[in-house]
């Protein structure tokens, strides 16, 4: 098959693939060289619990709706329609299914038949090794599930005892090391998971190998700040609740865990409490988590669970985030808080190089909530098959950032990857007046086209007002500022000549926003606050005059 690919093309993929690490490249050679074979023996024996008792993990939505109908990404489909594995169906819908993360959802103890039938149906169905059932991700996702379930609500039936082992021989020879990332992570815990469970040599070894991925993986993937190194909230949430399993696990099987690897074991309790600061800061006042990077509400559990989980676990309170300026340094994020605003500011990289799945171009976009609402809001994430659709949601123009001669600031293509990428530079913070704290930072994003433009942001926030002064630098291209109003936001008055429009919020509360520099022009665009939910919104533009543009956001001191 003859393939033409332009200078552009060529360019797109030498950018994007010249951060990849070696062990990528040659893994991904072996993952698709390797085909292991399946090792059907009888299951080890189970291990008992050595010390405590498995602690209640945390609940799920309730995604099985009847015997064979299920609801993820916000879509219902049937089984008996669809099977496990219809190729018109979404990947990650087939996922979702195959995850059996409904075993611990709310409504576990109703119907308590259908997942019994379902967990047999599922071991007669799915062949090992067959489908996409078995892809290493949904493989690990359900191992642990499997466990939970039985940990934490039901016995499991003898067929899906015998599966697990087979399901944990078969992932120890499909490590995505090609991947690495969030994939990597959750394929050792799987093997820790199923290693503890189970006893015997075999299951030392699972745990063992397990342990060897999760000692390199923490020091890389949790950063010194305590946030997951993709800059996602949800995937950090994600990986908090790993964290938390994980601890949770360990003391209940407390024998199975290696005597060699017990003092590094020891260390997960100050992981987690960095992970539940960074989680903390990086929420708005309404509890949930901000929308950088592929972010969606009611993927990962909600901060509270996760935080009852920790409670229950006895790992004690989190440290408070109320102060003015929390810098998570190496994150690359900021958050600037008031007595009614909270801003969340983005000043980092978009993600590791090697490893930029599941970034988007939204260098220097912030999120601002006032009196317990969201009022400017990233556009979200609604899905992950590549399209024109998928690299909107990931572009520039859907954030509240600037748009420089209609490009993106980072090459976002396919369905999880990057080309070139925008450099955070210049990061300052200037605390020292209370009354008024100010954020700079550019970016080079924007070198790449003719001129080599710099875009440099500034925020200043007081008690009740938020001002964000852009400037791209030197103006040989058209350039704009987006500011995305939450859906639920009530425009009350708009004067796009004057620059000028009001704001209405649940409460009461007005919020005023002035262009002070630059033409203010009012636009349609979408929110994508979950999988599968795409809300009409309002968005703001305003367009940079002679290199700067400055918009005051200001609310009610009585808010």
């Avoid at 060897?212 to 700040?225: F, G, N, S, W």
């Avoid at 909600?302 to 300026?325: I, K, N, T, W």
């Avoid at 994508?528 to 005051?552: C, D, M, N, W, Y």
Wanted: charged share 25%; glycine share 8%.
């Amino acid at each position: 098959m003859r393939v033409d690919l332009t200078m552009s093309q060529m360019a797109r993929y030498w950018h994007t693939a010249r951060h990849l690490k070696a062990r990528q490249v040659v893994g991904r050679l072996l993952y698709r060289l390797n085909r292991p074979r399946i090792y059907a023996a009888a299951a080890p024996p189970l291990r008992a619990p050595s010390i405590g008792s498995w602690v209640r993990s945390v609940r799920r939505t309730p995604r099985m709706v009847g015997e064979e109908t299920f609801v993820f990404l916000n879509e219902a489909r049937s089984l008996s329609d669809h099977g496990w594995d219809d190729p018109a169906v979404p990947k990650l819908w087939r996922y979702n299914l195959h995850y059996f993360d409904d075993l611990l959802s709310d409504a576990r103890t109703e119907h308590q038949e259908w997942r019994q039938l379902l967990l047999r149906r599922w071991v007669r169905e799915n062949p090992p090794g067959s489908g996409s059932g078995w892809e290493p991700y949904p493989t690990s996702l359900r191992l642990v599930n499997w466990v939970k379930f039985a940990l934490d609500c039901d016995a499991l039936p003898e067929e899906c005892l015998e599966s697990l082992a087979v399901q944990a021989r078969w992932l120890g020879r499909r490590l995505e090391l090609h991947l690495l990332g969030n994939h990597l992570f959750v394929n050792a815990k799987a093997l820790i998971f199923a290693g503890l469970f189970f006893s015997g040599r075999e299951a030392e070894r699972w745990v063992r190998r397990g342990l060897e991925i999760l000692q390199v993986q923490i020091h890389e993937q949790i950063l010194k700040d305590g946030g997951q190194f993709e800059r996602s909230p949800m995937y950090h949430a994600l990986a908090l609740e790993d964290m938390l399993d994980l601890w949770n696990a360990a003391g209940t099987f407390a024998d199975g865990v290696p005597e060699t690897w017990r003092s590094f074991v020891a260390t997960w309790p100050e992981v987690i409490g960095r992970m539940r600061h960074w989680l903390a800061a990086m929420c708005h006042q309404d509890g949930e988590i901000s929308l950088f990077n592929d972010a969606a509400i009611g993927v990962a559990p909600a901060p509270l669970a996760l935080e009852e989980y920790a409670e229950r676990l006895g790992l004690g309170g989190v440290q408070p985030v109320d102060r003015h300026v929390t810098n998570l340094y190496e994150s690359g994020y900021v958050r600037l808080a008031r007595a009614h605003a909270v801003a969340v500011l983005d000043v980092g990289q978009i993600g590791p190089d090697y490893l930029p799945a599941h970034a988007h171009a939204d260098t220097l976009s912030f999120e601002l909530s006032v009196a317990g609402q969201r009022v400017f809001v990233n556009g979200g994430t609604s899905l992950y098959e590549a399209g024109e659709e998928r690299n909107r949601q990931r572009g520039t123009a859907a954030h509240n950032t600037v748009v420089v001669a209609g490009e993106d600031s980072s090459e976002v293509w396919g369905a999880f990857r990057v080309a070139r990428r925008a450099r955070p530079k210049g990061l300052s913070i200037d605390e020292q007046n209370d009354s008024v704290t100010r954020v700079t930072c550019s970016h080079t994003g924007y070198c790449r086209l003719s001129g080599r433009p710099l875009h440099t942001r500034r925020w200043s926030m007081a008690n009740n007002a938020i001002v964000v002064e852009d400037t791209v630098s030197p103006a040989v291209h058209p350039a704009e500022a987006r500011f995305h109003i939450h859906p639920s936001i009530l425009i009350e008055d708009r004067d796009e000549r004057n620059g000028r429009v009001m704001l209405r919020l649940s409460d009461g509360t007005a919020v005023h926003v002035a262009a002070e520099r630059g033409q203010l022009r009012i636009d349609a665009g979408y929110y994508h606050p979950q999988f599968g939910v795409s809300e009409p919104a309002t968005v703001l533009v305003v367009a940079l005059e002679l290199e700067r543009g400055i918009v005051r956001i200001a609310w009610d001191s009585a808010a």
